[in-house]
């Protein structure tokens, strides 16, 4: 038995080294982090004596700086533009914040938190709503919080924080926080896709609100469908043992007496409906789909809108299209496409365009400036998205752009062509000074060889078509 104990603590002396040697490491890496914020205070530096008297090429300076370290680091521009805003404010308003990191005793999220709802002090101070020295209440009293709570935690107190020492009133923040509604799409692979929509909290409860209603609507109708089928006549809308979804999920959705009648005409018939073994969550998802894409938009928000739809680029090979093989489509800037789904949408949306890749029949080149319809086709199937390396700007919110430029004398032909976004696309822009402008050479096969102000190069490739054989 004592030996047994013995044991015991061993094991648990060596648990505990781990766990404190894991806990050393992530320091070190907050220290890490520090040190890389610091290195981009340095690059802050350079930025403002370079934009000094220069203010017409100010924000190309800038882009081109931001584009510099994101094709370096490979990670998204976006990333880079947050992580110099980190290192101006943390170097310039929040002292203690960075002397902190330095140590490791709050991470890099900490330090984003912090940063973003110290943006609302920092507006009121400007403003002369109050005094320069909030910003230190606001640093001494968030930081102490920050030291002991996760970096989730730490965005709610900071954000009450703000709130309070500037005089925000709870409609005041979420007048200011409407301003950040959003939609979003992030790819989680096997032709899935997070949908992430940020609404005003009453507008989210709203819609959740309706779709369960639709979605209980559909339920019921179902299981009416088949009593009727079966013969038993009226029963329940869904007895405890339905394989159509748990008990648990279905007591998050109680009947109410405000539930449309449940001997509506659904538009389907019974047998259509009563095949129907889809779950709770999956008619859901696809009520939101239905409605999303099929509703018109309201009046409130003006005629602008009635002719906006959304788009898709689906790429698919003709013999697939045809039936003759069962190779997957594209779906541009995803990933690939049931070929069922990419036929249904061939069949049915009038706006499909049939794109047939003919190397002997393609277009190439031209003598005009504007490339022809067939070279966009070819040239949006080839690119997806922006071509700066790392930028997933898709196609429809790019220009085609001369690699080399056409008043210079570059031709416009398919390897001469590429889509860029409107912020790398002005990163070449031969009225940006050489030191700071971007250079860009194709070859035959469509890959582009960027050449960064600092004399780095860096290579963007085009997407293979072919996946299959």
């Given amino acids: 038995m004592a030996q047994r104990q013995t044991d015991l603590h061993l094991d648990l002396d060596k648990r505990r080294r781990v766990l404190e040697a894991w806990v050393e ?15 981009m205070v ?29 094709a370096a680091a490979r990670i998204p521009t976006g990333s880079v533009e947050f992580a110099f805003t980190d290192a101006l404010v943390v170097s310039t308003s929040l002292p203690e914040v960075r002397a902190a990191f330095a140590a490791g005793r709050v991470c890099a999220g900490h330090v984003r938190e912090i940063v973003r709802e110290s943006a609302i002090v920092a507006e009121a101070i400007r403003n002369k709503r109050v005094d320069a020295d909030v910003m230190g209440l606001y640093e001494a009293a968030v930081l102490v919080f920050a030291e002991r709570e996760t970096a989730a935690r730490t965005k709610a107190h900071a954000a009450q924080v703000a709130a309070a020492l500037v005089g925000e009133t709870v409609t005041d923040r979420h007048q200011r926080a409407a301003s950040e509604r959003c939609v979003k799409v992030r790819s989680v692979g096997d032709g899935l896709a997070l949908l992430t929509a940020v609404l005003p909290e009453w507008v989210a409860v709203a819609i959740a609100d309706r779709l ?20 038993s006549g009226s029963g329940p809308a869904c007895d405890s043992g339905s394989v159509i979804f748990s008990d648990d999920t279905f007591a998050t959705d109680p009947d109410t007496d405000t539930d449309t009648d449940t001997d509506a005409d659904t538009g389907a018939d019974a047998e259509d409906v009563a095949a129907d073994t889809r779950t709770w969550d999956q008619v859901q998802a696809d009520l939101l789909a239905d409605l999303l894409l099929t509703a018109d938009p309201s009046a409130i928000h003006g005629d602008g809108l009635d002719n906006i739809q959304g788009r898709i680029q689906v790429t698919i090979a003709g013999t697939t299209l045809a039936g003759e093989d069962e ?79 056409h008043a210079r004398g570059g031709k416009t032909r398919l390897d001469n062509l590429a889509h860029l976004c409107r912020a790398h696309h002005t990163l070449k822009h031969p009225d940006v000074s050489d030191a700071h402008r971007w250079t860009a050479r194709q070859e035959r096969d469509g890959t582009i060889t960027w050449h960064s102000p600092l004399g780095r190069t860096y290579t963007d490739r085009p997407t293979h078509r072919v996946m299959f054989t």
Wanted: some cysteine.
């Fill in 25 to 39: 490491k992530k320091r070190q890496i907050a220290v890490l982090e520090c040190e890389a914020m610091e290195v």
């Fill in 42 to 70: 340095e690059q802050i530096g350079f930025h403002e004596a370079d934009v000094a008297g220069n203010g017409f090429h100010r924000d190309a300076i800038y882009r081109s700086m931001v584009a510099e370290f994101s």
């Fill in 212 to 231: 369960r209603q639709m979605t209980r609507q559909v339920i019921r109708n179902r299981a009416h469908a088949r009593d009727a089928d079966s013969g």
């Fill in 327 to 405: 190779r997957p489509a594209d779906l541009d800037g995803h990933g690939p496409l049931h070929p069922d789904i990419a036929r249904d949408l061939a069949g049915r949306n009038t706006g499909w365009s049939r794109l047939f890749l003919d190397p002997d029949g393609m277009v190439r080149e031209t003598d005009t400036y504007t490339p022809t319809e067939g070279m966009r086709r070819f040239l949006r199937a080839r690119d997806q998205h922006c071509r700066f390396p790392g930028c997933r700007m898709p196609v429809h919110r790019c220009d085609i752009d001369h690699t080399h430029d």
